[in-house]
């Protein structure tokens, strides 16, 4: 299957900081990524949804201004937990999709860590 | 909220099928049924896809009966490999996937 590499897959960092996560698609152009958290031993969340050179669609619930996201070419999309708080700890997984009529390929996912 | 209804753990012997079931009694037309897996501390990995048909690929094949309301994704020889959380999702094509609670399967020896 098509490629979706995330990057870093760990990372700590101080409360108060921003960290920046980003998911390239490899192999395809994504037109379209999504990004989802996952609390351990629970299911993906959906966090948001975006479309190359447009803002992201935001779930209900989900703060956009401390989670912004950048999807600004199509294999690049970024996520950025802005002003970490040791609640944002999760893991979070990005996915990206070719077209309307392909299936979603997922990252491997980022493991953050906030303290 | 996901529009499935899924086991929530099922047990396997190693070399044996293992048929997972999915309930997606509110599925509409234009909506496809998509498999994925999760293994422990990793990203989803798709499994298969379809809307109406029968399909089968290297991984599984997967059987939606003809009402469309019910599918069985069906591993036909498990290894220890395919010991994860299976998610059946339904989603049209242009829209976002909404992951349920999924069914954790145990391949045992």
């Known amino acids: 299957g098509a490629v979706v590499s995330q990057h870093p897959s760990r990372v700590i960092c101080k409360s108060g900081t921003s960290v920046k996560i980003e998911c390239r698609s490899l192999d395809f152009q994504a037109t379209t990524m999504f990004w989802y958290r996952q609390f351990p031993k629970k299911s993906l969340m959906l966090m948001a949804t975006?479309?190359?050179?447009?803002?992201?669609?935001?779930e209900q619930g989900v703060e956009k201004d401390k989670f912004l996201i950048n999807h600004a070419s199509l294999t690049l999309s970024t996520l950025t937990v802005t002003s970490a708080h040791p609640e944002d700890s999760s893991f979070y997984i990005c996915?990206?999709?070719?077209?309307?009529?392909?299936?979603?390929?997922f990252g491997q996912g980022t493991r953050l860590t906030v303290v | 909220d996901a529009k499935t209804t899924q086991p929530p753990s099922m047990d396997c012997a190693e070399g044996r099928a293992a048929n997972l079931p999915c309930n997606h009694s509110?599925?509409?037309?234009?909506?496809?049924v998509y498999w994925y897996r999760q293994i422990h501390s990793q990203g989803p990995q798709y499994i298969i896809h379809?809307?109406?048909n029968n399909e089968t690929n290297e991984m599984a094949s997967l059987i939606i009966t003809e009402d469309r309301k019910s599918s069985t994704l069906i591993l036909p020889h498990a290894t220890l490999r395919d010991t994860a959380v299976y998610y059946c999702i339904v989603s049209d094509n242009t829209d976002k996937l909404i992951f349920g609670t999924g069914t954790r399967l145990q391949v045992f020896p």
């Open positions: 379809g809307l109406k």
């Open positions: 996915s990206a999709k070719e077209g309307a009529d392909t299936e979603a390929f």
């Open positions: 975006s479309n190359e050179g447009s803002k992201a669609t935001y």
């Open positions: 509110t599925i509409s037309g234009n909506e496809y």
